[in-house]
């Protein structure tokens, strides 16, 4: 992803909604959740896992729970191929390059 935003308009953004990361040539995903799509037991486990951390600290400790940077090439093919195999683990297909709606079937052709 290339940019033509000088270095300083980089970084994080919001117009009150929506908030959003502008990292230039950093490689990112997007995951579209429901307000109402993280299940209620697990959101009041993490609660109650973090009751003891400073109030500063918790929505931080939060979110590093649900959003995730590619820090790398490394790390890109790690998440890559975590999702790829999601139809596997799901017992749709028995290899991610046979699920037709994914990444590793488009690589495959």
């Given at each position: 992803?290339k940019t033509?935003?000088?270095?300083?308009q980089?970084?994080?953004h919001?117009r009150?909604?929506?908030?959003?990361?502008?990292?230039g040539?950093?490689?990112?995903?997007?995951?579209f959740r429901l307000?109402?799509?993280?299940p209620?037991?697990?959101?009041?486990?993490?609660?109650e896992?973090?009751?003891?951390?400073?109030p500063g600290?918790?929505e931080?400790?939060?979110r590093r729970?649900?959003?995730?940077?590619?820090r790398?090439a490394?790390h890109?093919?790690?998440?890559?191929?975590?999702?790829e195999n999601?139809?596997?683990r799901?017992?749709?297909?028995?290899?991610?390059?046979?699920w037709?709606?994914g990444s590793a079937?488009f690589?495959?052709q």
């Amino acid at each position: 992803m290339k940019t033509n935003l000088p270095q300083s308009q980089l970084g994080w953004h919001s117009r009150g909604y929506l908030p959003h990361f502008d990292g230039g040539e950093l490689a990112q995903f997007i995951t579209f959740r429901l307000h109402d799509a993280l299940p209620g037991p697990v959101l009041v486990r993490w609660k109650e896992e973090l009751k003891h951390e400073k109030p500063g600290e918790v929505e931080a400790l939060m979110r590093r729970r649900v959003d995730r940077y590619i820090r790398n090439a490394r790390h890109f093919a790690k998440v890559s191929a975590y999702i790829e195999n999601n139809p596997v683990r799901a017992r749709l297909c028995e290899r991610p390059e046979d699920w037709r709606f994914g990444s590793a079937w488009f690589r495959k052709q």
